[in-house]
T-cell receptor
Framework: GAVVSQHPSRVICKSGTSVKIECRSLDFQATTMFWYRQFPKQSLMLMATSNEGSKATYEQGVEKDKFLINHASLTLSTLTVTSAHPEDSSFYIC???????????????FGQGTRLTVV | QQPVQSPQAVILREGEDAVINCSSS?????VHWYRQKHGEAPVFLMI?????EQKGHEKISASFNEKKQQSSLYLTASQLSYSGTYFCGTERETSGSRLTFGEGTQLTVNP
């Protein structure tokens, strides 16, 4: 299957600082990428849909100014957690699909996830 | 709306079978199944389309009942490697490939 690489896998940062997480599709062009957040023993909650060359679409309740998403190329999307606080500590996972998000069933390939700890 | 998975947890002995269900109150276009090991990203298992198809490979298969908006994942002759949390992700025709995941079913296979 296709490969999605997420970096870093773990990051610890001080409260108030910003953290950038990268999500790369290594062997296919990802027109659409998705960013999820997962708390321990809970489900994956979709935060936003990232489309190459356009603004991300955020889910209800997700602060767009706090979670900045940039999808500058067909192989890279970044999530920046700005002014991070301890409550932002979580497991962040990206996924990518190889075609446009047209509602056609398309397998989503997940990155390895990023464990963010804000101290 | 988040799909409902059942059971929440199941413990098996190696070689036993299990069924995990995923139900939605909304009309679905497809259901995706993933398995996640602790601290790792979800791994894709299979996609099922509306139309009642059934899919499977080796000892893991699934079905999708469009009338009931329910999908079931069947694990037969379970192996230790099957342990993990299973999530169904549902897709609606208007959701643009966005998946809504259930709460997950924690499966433990013991020797």
């Amino acid at each position: 299957g296709a490969v999605v690489s997420q970096h870093p896998s773990r990051v610890i940062c001080k409260s108030g600082t910003s953290v950038k997480i990268e999500c790369r599709s290594l062997d296919f062009q990802a027109t659409t990428m998705f960013w999820y957040r997962q708390f321990p023993k809970q489900s994956l909650m979709l935060m936003a849909t990232s489309n190459e060359g356009s603004k991300a679409t955020y889910e209800q309740g997700v602060e767009k100014d706090k979670f900045l998403i940039n999808h500058a190329s067909l192989t890279l999307s970044t999530l920046t957690v700005t002014s991070a606080h301890p409550e932002d500590s979580s497991f962040y996972i990206c996924s990518a699909i190889s075609g446009p998000a047209t509602g056609v069933n398309t397998e989503a390939f997940f990155g390895q996830g990023t464990r963010l700890t804000v101290v | 709306q988040q799909p409902v998975q059942s059971p929440q947890a199941v413990i098996l002995r190696e070689g036993e079978d299990a069924v995990i269900n995923c139900s939605s109150s909304k009309a679905l276009y497809s259901v995706h199944w993933y398995r996640q090991k602790h601290g790792e990203a979800p791994v894709f298992l299979m996609i099922l389309l509306k139309g009642g198809e059934q899919k499977g490979h080796e000892k893991i298969s699934a079905s999708f009942n469009e009338k009931k908006q329910q999908s079931s994942l069947y694990l037969t002759a379970s192996q230790l490697s099957y342990s993990g949390t299973y999530f169904c992700g549902t897709e609606r025709e208007t959701s643009g490939s966005r998946l809504t995941f259930g709460e997950g079913t924690q499966l433990t296979v013991n020797p």
